[in-house]
């Protein structure tokens, strides 16, 4: 299980929750096979954008909640 250092939750939809975040490579690595926890919930990584390495930029992931 992962958890991620946030620093803004939205929603979208109502299908799709995403969250901004800076991601480690290490949890980069892990996010294909691992389950997100937020707010107590259980999410998968569905989609991730502009991920930073270096940790300077934050990236979005859009998760669907585990059902």
Do not use: F, W
Request: aromatic share 8%.
């Amino acid at each position: 299980m992962l958890s991620l250092r946030m620093l803004l939750l939205l929603t979208n939809q109502k299908h799709y929750t995403i969250v901004n975040c800076y991601l480690s490579p290490e949890e980069y690595k892990d996010l294909g096979r691992s389950l997100v926890k937020l707010n107590g919930d259980l999410y998968y990584a569905a989609e991730i954008d502009g991920y930073d390495p270096l940790g300077k930029k934050p990236g979005t992931i859009k998760l669907i909640r585990q059902i």
